[in-house]
T-cell receptor, first 112, second 112 residues
Framework: DGGITQSPKYLFRKEGQNVTLSCEQN?????MYWYRQDPGQGLRLIYY???????QKGDIAEGYSVSREKKESFPLTVTSAQKNPTAFYLC???????????FGSGTRLTVV | QKEVEQNSGPLSVPEGAIASLNCTYS??????FFWYRQYSGKSPELIMS????GDKEDGRFTAQLNKASQYVSLLIRDSQPSDSATYLC????????????FGTGTLLAVQP
């Protein structure tokens, strides 16, 4: 079945540590997106990529980095520069906004 | 004005009633609009899309778009307790950006 797989489901980060969240899709979508969701704040766009080897910053890119070396994969690294990383992270993919996005199941990141 | 705005709720309706969820949008948002349902702790799921003025029906759901007044609504007929969730409204920026902008969501509670 086609879909988007995010891993891990839960992730714990120590202060000063970088962590990488995985996102893989087999929907053959060109575009992929990373969102952060905090209670009461809706979805905020971190980074997005419309094609392999190209990506753009979203509204809250500081403290995050991404790569898009393969069409299927769009990993997100939360660096130590991100001072408040505790949140629910959602990866999505799409093939033109006329069709909306398909979301992965999310990764819940907690700083310990 | 936020680009996509929703009342946060909660909107409480009795089982079997019609739930009406509303969303307004700014001039930056155009063309395509989407409603997502998000259960607590889960990722958003696309339930309706609408591109043209007027109504679009799918089962118990009806999406309404009024571009002149810049609002989108979602009606849920015969509401069930299983409809209790947060409903996110999203619109696209149009052009080549290939990005959706999300509202903060409305929490719907259907009382048995």
């Amino acid at each position: 079945d086609g879909g988007i797989t995010q891993s891990p489901k839960y992730l714990f980060r120590k202060e000063g540590q970088n962590v990488t969240l995985s996102c893989e899709q087999n929907l053959n979508h060109d575009a992929m997106y990373w969102y952060r969701q905090d209670p009461g704040q809706g979805l905020r766009l971190i980074y997005y990529s419309q094609i392999v080897n190209d990506f753009q910053k979203g509204d809250i890119a500081e403290g995050y980095s991404v790569s898009r070396e393969k069409k299927e994969s769009f990993p997100l690294t939360v660096t130590s520069a991100q001072k408040n990383p505790t949140a629910f992270y959602l990866c999505a993919s799409g093939q033109g906004t006329n069709y909306g996005y398909t979301f992965g199941s999310g990764t819940r990141l907690t700083v310990v | 004005q936020k680009e996509v705005e929703q009342n946060s709720g909660p909107l409480s309706v009795p089982e079997g009633a019609i739930a009406s969820l509303n969303c307004t949008y700014s001039d930056r948002v155009s063309q395509s609009f989407f409603w997502y349902r998000q259960y607590s702790g889960k990722s958003p799921e696309l339930i309706m899309s609408i591109y043209s003025n007027g109504d679009k029906e799918d089962g118990r759901f009806t999406a309404q778009l009024n571009k002149a007044s810049q609002y989108v609504s979602l009606l849920i007929r015969d509401s069930q307790p299983s409809d209790s969730a947060t409903y996110l409204c999203a619109g696209d920026y149009g052009g080549a950006t290939n990005k959706l902008i999300f509202g903060t969501g409305t929490l719907l509670a259907v009382q048995p």
